[in-house]
């Protein structure tokens, strides 16, 4: 768990989909990071991933941890969105409807209460309806 106050300064980064991509080797990391978590340089520069990905791996967890128990089933997944992968929870679908491959959107959704009572709003991601 969080605390509202993080949520708060995170909240246009995580929002918007910024990320850093490293000058030195061309990793990309979300939420971005001072240091490339590959190479290490500090040469980041800040850039928006796209808002639309592809289901590349998933999981359904079924057994939540404290403070999620209204969030199960919960499928998180591992998305490809432009040249970067994102681990994001995918909403708006039964768990038998997630397939590798399925198109999804960034949408803005709350999630789990923080330690101090703060009820955040995160990005989730639902399938594209096409």
């Given at each position: 768990m969080?605390?509202?106050?993080r949520?708060?300064?995170?909240?246009?980064?995580?929002?918007?989909?910024?990320a850093?991509?490293?000058?030195?080797c061309?990793h990309?990391t979300?939420?971005?990071k001072?240091?490339c978590p590959?190479?290490g340089s500090?040469?980041?520069k800040?850039e928006?991933?796209?808002?639309?990905g592809e289901?590349?791996?998933y999981t359904?967890?079924?057994?939540p941890?404290?403070g999620?128990?209204?969030?199960?089933?919960?499928?998180i997944?591992?998305?490809?969105l432009g040249d970067?992968k994102?681990?994001?929870?995918v909403?708006?679908?039964?768990?038998?409807?997630v397939?590798?491959?399925?198109?999804?959107?960034?949408?803005?959704?709350?999630?789990?209460?923080?330690?101090d009572?703060?009820?955040p709003?995160?990005?989730k991601f639902?399938?594209l309806?096409s």
């Amino acid at each position: 768990m969080t605390t509202m106050q993080r949520v708060w300064r995170l909240k246009n980064t995580l929002l918007n989909l910024l990320a850093s991509r490293c000058s030195a080797c061309g990793h990309i990391t979300y939420p971005p990071k001072m240091r490339c978590p590959v190479c290490g340089s500090g040469e980041l520069k800040k850039e928006s991933l796209p808002r639309e990905g592809e289901v590349l791996s998933y999981t359904i967890i079924r057994v939540p941890a404290k403070g999620f128990e209204d969030f199960t089933p919960m499928i998180i997944a591992l998305i490809k969105l432009g040249d970067a992968k994102v681990l994001a929870e995918v909403v708006d679908v039964k768990p038998e409807e997630v397939n590798i491959g399925m198109r999804v959107v960034a949408t803005v959704r709350r999630t789990a209460q923080t330690i101090d009572g703060g009820v955040p709003y995160v990005i989730k991601f639902k399938p594209l309806k096409s």
